[in-house]
């Protein structure tokens, strides 16, 4: 490894240099990352635009020391900061600035302080800071690079080795603090972006800046599997987003706490960071005439940037769309129960309509969904037999391309999502998940809600039945009984694996004999077992 | 003089086999932590796999450095004046650009052609050994670059993957990214894409997939060659092969091993085909 005692303050500027020329590689791939706090999707670009900014100003610094670069740094990212994390960013390089104030040159030992410093600062800059973000890549950073000085007198590679595998480990792990980013399967965007800059400073210094120019930065996967966003937020109504709104205050003795307060019931992700001749102002408000109104009773305003988040989230949505598999189309799904919702949009829905057994949803609730839904080719899945009319009726109400599946189980459903062909057309995928439906049996275990006789077998109110692809198959007292009983009336040789969806009145364990029940009788079968969560129905099994 | 045919050795063509039709294999790396392995040179491919699955140290890969392609360039100097270099998809590897930045290392007048074959393994290999096989019989380099760009479009590559975990650890998912955090266990099938790795479809178990590939293979009406690979799966594969034999009595079909490098972001219990379309 390349030795590195310390650097001076122009070797400073060229590593940030090349750690802004690293990021701008992927700038749009961090884009497209972005849900948090509002999906405005411009991280990345934010970010760089922010180092770039920096950048300009470390080529005005008065001398070559490592503090006068660093400050300059931190005055041209403040200047120039766009966006929540690009004043994140902003405070971050104050905070190293402040760190190495003084210095000459920069050893391994100056820098893990300096991080430590601004790991501080960027808490220090929010009113309401949240974990999972850049804050929390930068304090791991810190912190590791931290233990290190500790331990010995580590050279400066090295504390960028440690910064940049503990940013890394990091990063992938948070959506496991921030449940926005886990529901969407994404990591932050601010954190990945950090870590960027931390990986193409450390490329500087072990001597491949040349290197680079072929590569490109490597996009962290989330550690964390990701959960379907509940069905709730697919159909309720958008927040409304409002404006984003910049400025710079300036004036004399300008107290960013007092300016804080002043603004904070204004808007949402406030952010105010400066010193006392010149303030950084960031906002969402839905008023951005009275929170420029209230600032220039302040100080004076400047670099004044307004943008309408609702286009910035359109776009945003656009962008999605590209990164999505290159099918465009969208599907909606009927479902009864989180447990299923999840299970449904983890498979790739796009809208979940609540609805199932005794809760069929309207046409005007699934054509809502369709409408939702970013893309004009639409396939849904109605999940149960007395929806399917419903659904084929919206056929007549909208412009879009709207195919029906007429699964009318919830297990022809899954079977129906599964069997999607990610290159072909909506036609062909209709046909396709059409073929998947007879391949795959259902078995649903539910309680009689009157007393009957079918098929000569009598049934009392609230016993257990059993139906074997809609049609009564058993009844006794215990819903795993009924189960075991329902199932041997199938035949499943040549089947191979058998989900059983438990209900909402189901506990995990009487689930887990159940299939305990089904292993022990045939053992060639796989089983597993998924809370659905759905209403009614003790149990949902597909035998496939 | 013949034109030199070089790949990588993610196009699952070893090293033995290369030197007898006259392709170069340069390997690539496989990390377990700080052990180095060239692939399938310093690490045999049963004993990639033994470590891959018993193993508790999660492997990495490396591309080749420039200067492993400028040595083997200047090499071949001597005995011809021009090469092609078929790579893997240079979005998932810097082989491509370390076969490039190497060009300008050549001291001796030779053309040095490189082409991003934005494939992997058999779907890069069966190209390459049509391109061995049309200089032993005398094609010129640009005849040849013709050739392999052509042959490219023909070849279809896709793969039963029994867990996406290894594609999404070594960073290499791509558009499968999707894919990823389901509730339920399903077994995906994918291709490359434009050199990226993409999702075909969704089934629930291994006999599924393999009937996926055979009906994916059953599909194409005119086949020039297939080729049959796995990574833990030889039995599995060897049964596909030999239906697939049944069922195109006069199409050659390679039996293989996916290279550890490979193997890294594919895990155990895949199986692929390739399909190499007649013209």
């Known amino acids: 490894m390349k030795q590195t005692k310390f650097i001076t303050g122009q070797d400073f500027r060229e590593m940030f240099a090349c750690a802004t020329a690293w990021l701008e590689k992927c700038a749009s791939d961090v884009d497209a990352l972005n849900v948090f706090p509002v999906p405005d999707g411009d991280t990345g670009t934010n970010m760089l635009l922010t180092m770039n900014s920096s950048m300009e100003e470390a080529y005005r610094a008065p001398d070559n020391s490592s503090s006068a670069v660093a400050q300059a740094m931190a005055k041209g990212a403040l200047m120039g900061a766009r966006g929540n994390s690009g004043v994140i960013l902003s405070q971050i390089l104050r905070g190293l600035a402040q760190g190495i104030a003084g210095k000459e040159s920069l050893t391994g030992a100056d820098f893990a302080i300096a991080l430590q410093e601004a790991s501080v600062m960027a808490y220090k800059g929010l009113s309401n800071p949240v974990e999972g973000t850049i804050l929390t890549v930068t304090k791991d950073a810190a912190a590791a690079v931290g233990k290190l000085v500790e331990e010995g007198d580590p050279d400066l590679t090295e504390v960028f080795e440690i910064a940049v595998q503990a940013a890394n480990e990091s990063v992938a792990n948070t959506p496991a603090l921030l449940p926005i980013l886990k529901e969407s399967g994404v990591v932050d965007a601010g954190g990945q972006g950090f870590y960027t800059i931390l990986e193409g400073a450390l490329h500087y210094l072990k001597g491949e800046a040349e290197q680079i120019r072929f590569r490109k930065p490597q996009m962290i996967t989330s550690s964390v599997p990701m959960t379907g966003r509940p069905p709730e937020l697919i159909a309720a109504d958008e927040e409304p987003f409002g404006y984003c709104t910049e400025f710079m205050l300036k004036g004399e003795k300008l107290n960013t706490e007092k300016i804080s307060s002043r603004l904070e019931k204004k808007g949402e992700s406030l952010i105010v960071v400066g010193d006392e001749s010149t303030a950084r102002v960031h906002i969402h408000t839905l008023d951005p005439g009275n929170v420029i109104h209230i600032a220039t009773g302040l100080g004076t305003v400047h670099q004044v940037s307004i943008r309408n988040m609702d286009e910035q989230h359109r776009d945003f949505l656009e962008m999605q769309k590209d990164k999505a598999p290159a099918v465009d189309m969208a599907i909606v799904a009927v479902v009864d129960g989180a447990g299923l919702a999840e299970v449904f949009t983890s498979l790739g829905v796009t809208a979940i309509v609540p609805g199932g057994q005794t809760m069929n949803p309207s046409t005007r609730d699934i054509l809502q969904a369709v409408e939702s839904v970013a893309s004009d080719k639409v396939i849904v899945l109605p999940n149960n037999k007395n929806i399917v009319l419903t659904a084929e009726q919206v056929h007549t109400l909208t412009e879009k391309d709207v195919e029906i599946v007429a699964t009318e189980t919830i297990p022809q459903g899954v079977a129906a999502l599964l069997a999607l062909d990610y290159e072909a057309n909506l036609e062909t995928n209709a046909s396709i998940m059409r073929q998947a439906i007879p391949l795959v049996n259902t078995v649903e275990i539910t309680r009689a809600v009157r007393s009957t006789q079918i098929n000569n077998i009598k049934i009392k109110k609230k016993q257990a039945i059993g139906l074997l692809d809609g049609e009564l198959a058993a009844v006794g007292s215990s819903p795993t009984d009924v189960l075991h009983e329902t199932l041997s009336k199938l035949d499943v040789s040549g089947k191979e694996i058998v989900t059983i969806y438990f209900g909402a009145d189901t506990d995990q364990a009487e689930a887990e004999r159940a299939s305990a029940m089904v292993r022990e009788e045939h053992h060639q079968l796989q089983v597993e077992v998924v809370r659905g969560g759905q209403a009614h129905y003790n149990y949902i099994v597909s035998i496939e | ?279």
């Open chain 2, 1 to 279: 003089m013949t034109v030199k045919i070089i790949t990588d050795s993610t196009s699952d063509i070893t090293a033995e086999e290369g030197a007898e039709l006259g392709i170069t294999v340069i390997p690539l790396t496989v990390m377990f932590g700080r052990e180095a392995f060239l692939d399938r040179v310093t690490i045999t491919t049963d004993e990639f796999y033994r470590r891959l699955t018993t193993g508790d140290v999660f492997p990495t890969t490396t591309q080749p450095a420039p200067s492993v392609f400028a040595e083997v360039y200047n090499k071949l100097a001597d005995e011809t004046d021009e090469i092609l270099v078929i790579t893997l998809s240079a979005k998932l590897s810097g082989t491509y650009q370390s076969a490039m930045s190497a060009i300008e290392m050549v001291q001796k007048k030779c053309r040095i052609e490189v082409i991003d074959s934005q494939m992997v393994a058999m779907g890069q290999g069966l190209v390459a050994l049509a391109a061995a096989k049309a200089s032993r019989e005398g094609a010129k380099l640009d005849e040849l670059i013709d050739l392999v760009r052509d042959a490219l479009t023909r070849s279809h590559w896709i793969t039963y993957f029994d867990t996406l975990k290894y594609l999404a650890k070594g960073g290499r998912i791509g558009k499968a990214q999707g894919l990823l955090g389901s509730v339920l266990s399903f077994k995906p099938i994918l291709t490359v894409k434009e050199g990226e790795i993409s999702p075909l479809t969704r089934l629930r178990s291994q006999a599924a997939g393999v009937e996926y590939l055979y009906n994916y293979v059953t599909s194409f009406q005119r086949i020039e060659e297939l080729a049959v690979e796995h990574t833990t799966l030889p039995d599995e594969a060897d049964r596909l092969a030999e239906r697939l034999r049944t069922t195109f009595p006069d199409v050659n079909i390679r039996r293989s091993i996916v290279s550890p490098v490979l193997g890294v972001h594919g895990g155990p219990n895949a199986i692929a085909v390739t399909v190499l379309e007649a013209k």
